[in-house]
């Protein structure tokens, strides 16, 4: 069952729902902190650490123009298709 992370519109309260295909009518969308019912779904962050053995490439990153922006790209060493 997928954790979605939904924001209050009303006091910006962060909450996490568990959310079921089967039971996604009946989930109570309000928020634990003041009882709004207008929530929207935010991106949740991620938590990644990788772990090398002495001598393994490190990770690295590499970084371009991309018209008036910069878009950055990180290469993960490791087997390749």
Not at 6 to 23: L, N, W
Not at 47 to 58: D, F, V
Not at 72 to 80: D, E, F, L, S
């Amino acid at each position: 069952m997928p954790i979605y992370e939904f924001r209050c519109a009303k006091c910006e309260h962060v909450q996490e729902i568990i959310v079921s295909s089967s039971d996604s009518e009946n989930v109570e969308m309000k928020c634990n902190s003041c009882d709004g019912e207008v929530l929207e779904r935010v991106l949740s962050t991620v938590s990644y650490a990788m772990g090398r053995s002495k001598g393994a490439p490190a990770p690295n990153k590499s970084i371009k123009s991309c018209g008036e922006n910069t878009c950055g790209t990180i290469n993960i060493p490791g087997p390749t298709r």
